[in-house]
């Protein structure tokens, strides 16, 4: 059927399976051009499914891009993923996992700020050391303590236990 004011192309398809189309390019170049309006695919029912056997695929969008998912969104790939944004990036979520198989690193040009809502925990399955190029500070609002399982240390070339209420050495 075509329609000549709106151009609608419709297909029927009769015999074995009806309701189905395949387009086939054996070779050469498909290239569909909207010059002014709206590209709108709808998918009622079924899966969407592209295959790129061979090749890069490449979008680019000079304006806004928004995508909404229902249910759960999974990205896998084989190779090295690299996300690179050039103004603020903004993480948000319930809970966030991030589990690295070997190292993870957080490396910032100027300062790295962890704010807890209630408690910060922290382990290290063998060691745990923070070392400040110039001063380090620990400080609590109420309590503060140190302990080692075995022995504790505390060093320095100039070294003072204070307190305004009393010191026990």
């Not at 086939?24 to 695919?41: A, F, H, I, P, Q």
């Not at 928004?66 to 759960?72: A, C, G, Q, R």
């Not at 790295?112 to 910060?120: D, H, K």
Request: proline share 1%; hydrophobic share 30%; aromatic share 4%.
């Amino acid at each position: 059927t075509l329609d000549k004011g709106s151009r609608m192309v419709q297909l029927l398809a009769q015999g074995e399976n009806p309701g189905n189309h395949t387009f086939s390019l054996m070779r050469g170049d498909y290239t569909v051009t909207v010059t002014e309006g709206n590209k709108v695919v709808t998918l009622s029912k079924g899966n969407h499914e592209q295959t790129l056997q061979q090749g890069n695929e490449i979008i680019k969008i000079e304006g806004t891009r928004s995508i909404n998912v229902s249910l759960s969104e999974e990205h896998t790939t084989s190779g090295p993923y690299t996300h690179t944004v050039k103004q603020d990036y903004t993480l948000k979520a319930q809970n966030i996992t991030i589990e690295a198989l070997g190292n993870l690193t957080l490396k910032a040009g100027g300062t790295i700020t962890i704010e807890a809502g209630m408690n910060l925990e922290g382990s290290g399955g063998m060691n745990t050391s923070f070392k400040a190029g110039m001063d380090m500070t620990l400080q609590s609002g109420m309590s503060f303590s140190a302990h080692g399982g075995i022995s504790a240390k505390v060093s320095g070339l100039l070294t003072s236990l204070e307190g305004e209420a009393s010191v026990k050495v």
